[in-house]
């Protein structure tokens, strides 16, 4: 048994729903608190720019309520660290985002946009948040993020997930590998997107992963078994890889 590993439960798509026909339900907060008491160690929120799924006042109801560590997701933009440093929530991370885009493709170019996110690391980090950056599992990404200082980083799980048979395994050693890398560098592992019931377990077995963000499977799965269960039945699966 090595470290436990935690959940964090993301529950936009709660709001996506209940954005979809402009009612307060459901809601995002109750679902929040519901996923918490289900077992959730933590909750996670990406406030879009366009505001597509959670909304400012999501936020500020999510850091008044929870008694569990909330974690924002957020675009590297004035007015996104702006929200940030104002909530301070327990951790932040930082994702590309495109307006265009159904769901995050692809990691933050760590390397690429070292300049622009050098003084966001350190203002987040001044103010009390956990920085953890949302990147690509690449060697180059894990020193970028190393020489910003980033206490964590989230490994980027979409292809993997999206991989079958040995180009799957291929995909998952690449996880690993930088797993291992980011730990040796004295960084904290994170990893998430797309993961399921049925993807779960390789990625939850990689001993240097501390914490996996999952939500669009959870909050889908929960139309036909209640979050609560689902919330359950992932704590179950990701324990048993340990
Ligand atoms: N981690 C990050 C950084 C994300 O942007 C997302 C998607 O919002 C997730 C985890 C969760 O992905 P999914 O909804 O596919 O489980």
Redesign the pocket.
């Known amino acids: 048994m090595t470290d436990v590993l935690r959940l964090g439960v993301?529950i936009?798509h709660v709001a996506t729903v209940r954005n979809a026909r402009g009612s307060g339900y459901p809601d995002p907060v109750r679902a929040a608190l519901l996923a918490a008491q289900a077992g959730a160690d933590g909750i996670?929120a990406?406030l879009r720019e366009d505001r597509r799924h959670i909304t400012d006042d999501d936020i500020a109801r999510l850091v008044a309520e929870l008694t569990v560590p909330l974690n924002l997701?957020m675009a590297a933009t004035d007015e996104m660290l702006g929200i940030a440093l104002r909530h301070r929530p327990h951790a932040v991370?930082i994702?590309p985002e495109k307006r265009e885009e159904r769901?995050?493709e692809g990691g933050l170019d760590a390397a690429g946009r070292f300049d622009l996110l050098a003084p966001m690391v350190e203002r987040l980090a001044a103010n009390g948040s956990r920085v953890s950056l949302?990147i690509e599992p690449e060697a180059r990404q894990i020193d970028a993020a190393v020489r910003l200082g980033a206490p964590v980083v989230?490994l980027h799980t979409g292809l993997y997930c999206e991989l079958a048979g040995e180009a799957q395994v291929a995909e998952l050693r690449r996880i690993a590998d930088a797993a291992a890398l980011a730990a040796k560098n004295g960084i904290e592992v994170h990893a998430?997107?797309?993961?399921t019931f049925d993807n779960v377990t390789p990625i939850a077995a990689i001993p240097q992963v501390r914490e996996l963000?999952?939500?669009?499977?959870l909050i889908g799965e929960a139309i036909f078994d209640g979050l609560g269960a689902v919330v359950q039945r992932m704590r179950a699966l990701m324990d048993e890889a340990r």
């Open positions: 993301n936009d996670t990406h997701e991370c994702v769901t995050t949302f989230e998430g997107h797309g993961l963000n999952i939500g669009h499977f």
